[in-house]
């Protein structure tokens, strides 16, 4: 059967600036050692993870997003209808932890607290030649709401652990928001719903809904 | 999703639930172990043949290669995400997808698979999961569920939608989105209506709205291409001038070059396509053709490679297949899926070209010469320098006389600093001056001599560049300098066809307003017109200056196209049959609601077009003076007696001033000399009297009216005479005035099919609304939606209006 009923569709996008390790995260996340052997095509700008979390069927959809400079102001395309985010810094680089807060604050003031965010300070095999201090890191970090990890995408330390949390904090958010209005919430990410149609109903409408695009 | 993909849920599996209930320690062992649990998909397999070593056959041993083992110790190969086993090596198994599970405490991953493994049975194509990606595959997928019927009928309601709405092109996008919804709705209630709810309910939507719009074709194509034809225009504009672009200017490495090139013509066929379905399988096979390669690509990649695409393809409706993907579809809910990224994508692009950090990149002018360099930096005394030092230097040459051209002296002049030396493509320094928009190097170039009409390598002269990078102050000097307007390159482009191609309304202007011997409708090395390339690239200004200055609209060019063929949009193509009644025939109908066109006929329902745009430029001033109550102004150029004032228009406020009235006396005395016809109107149709009624002007109507005025005129595009303009902007007094004048027609329909009427009970005008009932508007005329007065002033819950509507109607019944 074909429909997806009872399932959570979520986005995520990751964010940070180049050469971090954003693409070298997600690559490392989905495309595990199994993995590796049977995908052909190394394609690193959208991926599909499918979770189950103790019964609840989650869809991932990972959007890698451009690095350079130059791109930089088609952010919102991107992160538009975002559940989730992650925001990549490099731990031996201080600007690109800079960057991280510049892109918290973007989100918070476009997408407000309906997004999930975890931060992720990579490289940590580099420990040697840290820059950022993990205490600011933390601190910051639980000052705007966020969750703070320390990964390694070259040695797959901590990469699964913080999409898996990630994973779980937009649920509890989705949840919450179904909880609180549930009739309403079914906006974007939201479980998905076959519409019933009987033979003498009219279906429904089109949705005027917008497809994540204003 | 558009082409849904498979998914159920593993835990009602039976398959699943069979390893789950009675072996439990392998799911904990293939958790420890980090084996794969394979389920084939439901419904494949029959309970009765889930037994142990089938289940065994079913767990696979991780390994680093893509060759492993089940735990029944069979081989199987894992690629492309599909598994080949020994025994059927030609027939692999889908995965149809991957789960990773974290469920009490363990963690292990599931391939749902689209067929058992080593059970051999007749594969049945029937049985396998379809993903519809194209039109072909829905009509299939209809037929397979027996609904071939709902074909015909699905197509009679689209034609008949499409004969009743021949106006779509003009309805603002939201209601396109709304009236293509409804039909949606309507044609999945006839698919709906004998059938009982079944599990494919996704896929039938999917399937009839496409096939829906395949019976559309290019009529919903078309309303889009309208709606979005200015954004077009723009994003044409900045694309065609970067045409040159280069691989390495957008730092692409050359090793794309290949990908890149089947990419091209994978996507080239986007307008192919009409149904979204199709266009966007068009774009994913885009990205395959991407993907294809060894090399890991990331967004940036994507997003450049993107961009160069766009830039280099012959696409004019970029924006409007944007829109129509983003906005007209009505089947899917899901906004994070595969589609979704692919239409981001698209999307992310256009943005890019549509921005700053773009026009830095476009290709950067490099040159080592000093002379060359000198222009760039805009440094003249620089280059007098150089050429004159060149000068004297020039003598010491041995030539073998002083005009001799064989090639040694050439060479030597070459390659010296002279005016007439040149860069690598052959452009003279006179045409790199153009290139680079310096009208004072121009200038001086022109005046040591440099040969106006020089060509380089591409038979490009100065003028083509000016009017292809719509440099109008160089132009502008150029054809002072008797530049050849009609010079020909090496396509047989005139710098008209380029300005045209390229979007340069300023130049095409500046043409017309400098040469007299202007060859307009010109033919290229492929038959093109200018006025092809410029319907083609949807500028719609540019058409319109074309026309009026007497382009021919029937040339074939080399594939037969003639320019109303090429047309994308309704403007375009209405601009061409109004200038070219006898087009009319050629093609579809005109469009234009039904009950309106019976009586449309041009000449009279609109005003009297300007003839070229010096009388363009009349009419808009006196427009223009009309808008600003400049009373004198205004008979001044209507050519009236000043009977009506007393203000002496021919004199200054002072014998020298030059405030902005005396200098437009000054400065128009050949405008008095031939008088505007007073049922003249501009490009969009208006007329003195539509203005005069716009802005309440009551005195100059009632002399326009006198002078023969014709008050039923309407405006091209919105169709509203002067009485409509006088409601919508609540003229009482005028509206008095041009009822009373006796041939005024009070239930004029515009464009919307809405009459005067409607407007002022619209805007809550009682008084309006009285003058007008008294004069016999009536007021159960419908509008184009269907909607009568009555219903929309109930609606808007206006009483006092209501209250006069229904007296009287109630009058009319007793009557
Ligand atoms: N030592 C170490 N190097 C890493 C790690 N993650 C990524 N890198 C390296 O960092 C470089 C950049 O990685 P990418 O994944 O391409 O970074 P990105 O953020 O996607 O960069 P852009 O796409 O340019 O924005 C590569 O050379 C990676 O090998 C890590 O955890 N440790
Ligand atoms: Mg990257």
Redo the contacts between chains.
Sequence with gaps: ????S??Y???VVLLGEGCVGK?SLV?RYVED???T??????????L????????K?I?L?I??????E??H??GP??YR?S?GAVLVYDITDEDSFQKVKSWVKELRKMLGADICLVIAGNKTDLEKNRHVSLEDAENYASKVGAIHFQTSAKLNKGVEDMF?TLTQKMLETVEEKEAQNAPLSRQ??QR?N??????DQ????????C???S | MWG?Q??????DNPFFNEIITHHGDLVVKASQE?W?ICIPR?GVIEPSEIQVDIILDHILV?T???VCFTLSKKQVS?????ITTADHPSTPIR?L????????GLKY??FCLDRPLFISRAICEDNR?RVLETLHDCIDFIWSENLSHVLIKIQKLCSSFVEQNRGLAMENLQNQ??L???L??QC??IV??????S?????IKIAVETYMQSCLDRTLVKAVNTVTCFGDATLNKTVRNCSDLQLRDLNIPLKFCDIVTSARSELSKINNYVTILDKVNCLKLT??HL??T???????D??QILVFLIVKLNISNWTSNLVYL??F??S???????T??LI??L??AL??IK?D?FNKIKSSQQTENPVFQSIITNDLTQLQDLLKYKKSKKSDANLCHPLCDCERCTKSIGSSHNVTMFNEKGQSLLTYATTVDRPEMVEFLISIGAEVNSCDYFGKTSLHYACAKGYQDVLLILMNCKADVNAKDHDGNTPLHVACNNGHENCVKALFYTSKTLDINCINKYGDTPLHLAIKWNYVGIVRSLLENHAVANVPNKKSQQPLHLAQNYYTERLLKQFNAHLDSLDEPEFTHPSASTKSSHCKDHGIRAKGVEQLKKIDLLLKAIENNDFPLTCFYLGFPNGSTTYDFQSKCHPLCNCEKCDDLEGSPDVVVERINVNTCNIDGFTPLHFAAKYGRTELLRILLDSQALPNLKTYKTLQTPLHLACIYRRLLVVKELVKCGNCEVDTQDYKGNTPLYYACVKNDVKIVEVLLSNGASCDVKNYQGTSIIKEVQEKTLFGISSLLKKESEENDFL
Excluded at chain 1, 48 to 55: A, E, S, T, Y
Excluded at chain 1, 63 to 68: I, L
Excluded at chain 1, 194 to 199: E, G, K, Q, R, T
Excluded at chain 2, 332 to 338: A, D, H, Q, R
């Design positions: 059967m074909a429909s997806n009872g399932s569709n979520f986005k693409t690559l050692k199994f993995n052997n049977h995908v052909s095509t190394v394609q690193a700008s959208f599909n993870k499918k979770l189950n979390i103790d019964g069927r869809n959809a959007w890698d997003t451009a690095g350079q130059k791109f102001a088609l395309i991107y209808s559940n898996l974007n990410s998905r076959v519409v019933v149609v009987d033979d009219v279906p429904p409408p089109p949705t005027r809904q497809c994540g695009n | 849904l498979y998914d159920e849920n593993v835990h980090k794969v439901a991780s680093a290669s893509n894992i690629q492309n995400k599909e995965i997808f991957e789960e990773t599970c974290y469920i009490e991953t599931i999961f989105k709304d293509i919804g409804s949606f709705s999945l209630q709906l209506k004998n059938r009982t709810l599990d494919d309910c996704e896929n990205f395959n993907y294809s060894s090399i890991c690509l990331t967004s940036d994507i997003l983003t906005h579809q009505f899917s809910l899901n906004v994070s899926n595969e979704n990224f981001t994508s999307e992310a943005e890019f921005s950090e």
